[in-house]
């Protein structure tokens, strides 16, 4: 057993002086990159024996104030000149960079926002540029108020509070107005019945004025001229002319007639709310 011991402690000890002797030959796991090819029989530029590779090895080429500036690869990717690098500064280069994966400059990353400190990772902006559509140039607020870092193209939360003011009353600059024949006719805001938090229903109950029934259901510009839904006018079809309807109402003492529908709920001519006659006269 002590000379299987000692054969083994032996070998173990030829093996590593190998492995520090040489290497590039028995130990390298892949092809460098394009830019530290020079490095491709001196292991120990990057690496420590049985260590790994630190930090300062890295900083020893690559100073953290000119990373992003320098016009390398960073600079394709986020299209600006970036130095985030100083948030890192108790982070390992390897948890992003990896070697030994090909000779390509196009490597991935494996960059994961959780390394960065709060105050860097609150400010996306400060690595990314802001979109320039109409939606994104309307907003306010943190990009990560919407978006999350693992899936950016996913929405996780938006909220119309986050809308620059004098922009949130302009809904079909970011929303596709409806064709359907109700809305073609309307030219007003769309928060005059909707809200922001729920889209449907409506929030007007047209009824609640004047029922749309019988030959009243017709197109809105019949009854709100020029697509003004804060006034409407009965002097569009059949007797309803001034004359005629200041004729039909004085036959029956009514003299305050000009808004129709405080009176007339309805096509239903018995459904009439008599608000209209003079005081002191009989309503029944």
Not at 8 to 32: D, M, R
Not at 67 to 73: A, L, P, V
Not at 149 to 160: A, L, M, P, R, S
Request: with cysteine; net charge negative; hydrophobic share 30%.
């Amino acid at each position: 057993m002590n000379k299987l011991m000692i054969v083994g402690a032996v070998t173990l000890v030829v093996i590593s002086l190998l492995i520090i002797k040489f290497p590039h030959t028995l130990i390298n796991p892949g092809e460098l990159s394009i830019g530290h090819q020079k490095f491709n029989n001196n292991c120990f530029v990057c690496h420590n024996p049985f260590q790994g590779v630190p930090n300062t090895k890295c900083i020893a080429c690559h100073q953290l104030d000119e990373i992003g500036f320098k016009g390398d690869s960073l600079d394709k990717l986020f299209n600006k000149n970036i130095s985030f690098h100083k948030a890192l500064i108790q982070q390992k280069c390897t948890a992003c960079h990896l070697e030994h994966q090909g000779i390509s400059p196009d490597q991935k990353l494996t960059f994961e926002h959780t390394l960065l400190d709060q105050t860097t990772v609150q400010n996306c902006l400060n690595c990314h540029q802001k979109q320039e559509d109409i939606l994104h140039s309307a907003l306010s607020t943190s990009c990560n108020n919407c978006h999350n870092f693992e899936n950016w193209k996913t929405i996780t939360h938006f909220d119309h509070e986050m809308i620059n003011k004098d922009q949130s009353q302009n809904c079909i600059s970011c929303h596709q107005k409806p064709t359907d024949k109700l809305h073609s006719g309307i030219v007003s805001n769309c928060l005059s019945c909707h809200s922001v938090t729920k889209w449907k229903p409506a929030t007007f109950e047209h009824s609640s004025y004047f029922v749309l029934d019988q030959d009243h259901n017709t197109d809105c510009i019949v009854c709100h001229k020029n697509s003004n839904f804060e006034a409407y006018t009965c002097y569009g079809c059949h007797e309803h002319t001034p004359s005629n309807i200041a004729s039909e109402h004085r036959e029956e003492g009514i003299s305050d007639f000009n808004n129709c529908v405080r009176c007339h709920k309805s096509a239903d001519e018995d459904n009439i709310n008599n608000e209209g006659r003079p005081r002191g006269e009989d309503n029944d």
